[in-house]
């Protein structure tokens, strides 16, 4: 229908005989410039022509009705938009039939149309309706219909093929479809594919742009035209922006050798070149739109500078904790208990209410936080962390307000953002929650409440949006009862609570932590040897109050010692001195009872213990003890 020009977006419309006529007697005219094409073929090869289509990238939208449009919609990725049968069609093509007989047949794709008796008593006649999956379903329809005395169907473009056949002669076919519903699906595929092509171009210029975006940025048009220049670009090449937009940039910046890229569409990245006195490393990169060069963009800065900034960026993001490493997806586990925990904070992450994990030390509960963070919708912006148990009271509160400049002795000049503003548009965890004075879960509630900080020293309120993540190993509930913790605090950051299982309530895990940690920490064991080690019993026999961190600093004990020494005996002399610090001075009367629970089998009750057979013989020689 129409011839495609220079990167002007395609619409594939898959159709039939009756349904190509329509289209082509319709003459669109699009409000767009597009590229139609009419694709005239039978149910069965539209799948395989649709999908190699959609492989070579040769379109932006698909459109087609009935059973075409059912198959691909469910196979597809690109947009289709379906020709709908309107009431309207149905009207006209009942008040057709009528004209007919007083009884009426429809043939509809796999399901039937509903709400078909309005039109039977509009128009006081009887609709029998049938459907069909395949071409030759609508063939036995005919016969049935024809059976029946029925000389009048309606359906689409599959029904007028079959009904031209010789042995249905004598039943007239109405088509279902009519050039209004042709032309509302057009119009509404050329606003997808011109929409589409238009977002596709912003973003990946945008994309190119930030990408690469250390400090100087200069982006070009294909005709290497300047478009955009940001102020540091300005400060390197010593040229104002008013001056160089709409210019050449071969004139004006002509080391940035945009122009080539555009040429080979080719990037060229980390070039050394001189401006001036200086040197700069610079990044050439094309901008491209399905395929086609629409412009390029320079990335530059002072080769003294990139380090600074790199190292800037790093502490920020890692040692303050300004990035979530962890997905739900990364965290161990097949026991109900910490699948539970998984699925209900994978819920959470979809709120926006606050949120406290409880559990024992060592159960993950940072993890977690970070897991929902990355599974909201705020996993893009910072994910801060904070321990409000290890940094002093009058310190933590600067931290976490922030601070004018002069607002004590030694504030830096200018001040300083506190976490929650540096957390904008993110998420604030709030580990050891229960370590915060009386004074700070004041000032903490306000954010809460009113979603604004208040620097130390300033008189300037700040609205911040951000989701609060707190977390605990304490009974906040009692500690509000004893009046350590503000009643009214703990009710807004208990809004969404998590319980963190105890890895003594989720021992069937251990073999799989134990294998991840052994395949971090000892990399020349074999899988065979991996597995053999993490399902040992001494695994299972021990409560492990100090969760998966101590389960942790176990295997790190094992890898540092596992090559001088035998595995199984290695594995026994470190839960030796685990189960008898637990033991202490109880030591012999623990021993004993568990001897007693397996009637004197030393060898059973030193696996329970966790120790050797050969120590419960010594232990029991130095207490002079007979069983």
Known sequence: ???????????????????????????????????????????????????AMEKNKEVDVFVSAGGTAKLLSAELSIPLVEIKVTGFDLLAAFREAKLVSDTVGLIAYESKIPNLENFSELLN???????????????????????????????????????????????????????????????????????????????????????????????????????????????????AENKVIGQSVAKIFPNAKLTKVIQTNKPELNQIETVGKNKIVI?????????????????????????????????????????????????????????????????????????????ESGTGKELFAQSIHNASPRFRHPFVTINCAAIPDNLLESELFGYEEG?????????????????????VFLDEIGELSMSLQSRLLRVLEQREVLRIGGDHIRSVNIQVISATNKDLWEMTEKGYFRKDLYYRLNVLELRLPTLRARKSDIPLLVERFLTELCHDLTAKEIEKISRNAVFRNYDWPGNIRELRNMIERFAALYKEEDHEALLLSLFERLMLKGVGSNEQAEIIRVLKSVKGNKTEAAKKLGISRTTIWRKLRGYKETI
């Open 283 to 359: 990044n050439r990169i094309p901008i491209s739109v399905n395929s086609e060069v629409m412009g390029a963009v320079a990335t530059f800065q002072n080769i003294g500078i990139i380090q600074e900034v790199e190292e800037k960026i790093r502490k920020s993001l890692y040692e303050k904790g300004f990035a979530a490493k962890t997905s739900i997806k990364d965290i161990i586990g097949n026991s109900e208990p910490i699948q539970k925990a998984k699925r209900e904070a994978f819920l959470y992450a979809k709120n926006a209410s606050s949120v406290l994990i409880t559990g």
């Open 125 to 239: 006649i009887t609709i029998r309706q049938f459907t069909y999956q395949k071409f030759s379903d609508i063939e036995e329809c005919l016969n049935l219909l024809k059976n029946e005395g029925i000389n009048v169907v309606i359906g689409g473009s599959f029904l007028q093929e079959a009904i031209s056949k010789k042995e249905f002669e004598g039943i007239k076919g109405i088509f279902i479809y009519s050039s209004d519903g042709v032309t509302r699906a057009l119009d509404t595929a050329v606003q997808v594919a011109f929409s589409k092509q238009v977002e596709a171009r912003k973003a990946e210029e945008l994309r190119a742009i930030l990408a690469f975006s250390y400090e100087g940025i200069i982006a070009v048009d294909r005709d290497g035209l300047i478009t955009v220049i940001n102020s540091s670009a300005e400060k390197i090449i010593g040229a």
């Open 407 to 427: 607002a004590f002795t030694g504030a830096k000049k200018g001040g300083k953002p506190g976490l929650f503003e540096l957390a904008h548009e993110g998420t």
């Open 1 to 51: 229908m129409h011839k495609k020009t220079r990167n002007e977006p395609t619409i594939a419309v898959f159709s039939y005989h009756a349904l190509t006529s329509l289209i082509n007697k319709l003459q669109y005219k699009a409000p767009h410039p597009v590229r139609i094409i009419v694709i005239d073929c039978m149910l069965n090869d539209v799948l395989q022509k649709a999908e």
